[in-house]
């Protein structure tokens, strides 16, 4: 069914297609992804968000470090070549969860990185362009 999609899509290689399908379509089955939610929407459309301050109270340890790890790593994108890194999902995982390392102190490596899952399927880090990460920046405080 994901390979029929595709096309009509515009996806790009079967290999990526299920990934990118099933970020397409997050559910805001939590607190934490409609902020997430909120988070992509307000970026996308170039307005501020405090989407840190959002989860700054009633938020488990590891939600407010994947979040806080996300918003240091894009406000330290200087060039288009780190932004085209970033658009990597899998370097977007590991870059996010390392930053994320000093502020889980209070929360298990294991729950950070399911909050960096769920920011991950939420922004779809393919999607990123110099210019929407500067608007994540803006997005954040």
Known sequence: MASIALPAG?????????????????????????VLLGFRNAARSNVTYDAYGYVQSG????????????CVVVNSVRTDSESRELSDPEYFSKRVVAAARPEAEAAS??????????LQAV???????SLLVKSY?????
């Open 10 to 34: 515009g996806c790009g290689s079967q290999e990526q297609a299920p990934r990118v399908a099933e970020a397409k379509r997050p559910k805001a089955d939590s607190p934490y992804v409609e």
């Open 123 to 129: 922004i779809e880090p393919e999607s990123l362009s």
């Open 137 to 141: 920046t803006k997005a954040c405080y």
């Open 59 to 70: 938020f488990p340890a590891s939600q407010r470090a994947a979040l806080d790890a996300f």
């Open 109 to 118: 490596m294991a729950s950070v990185r399911r909050a960096v899952g769920k």
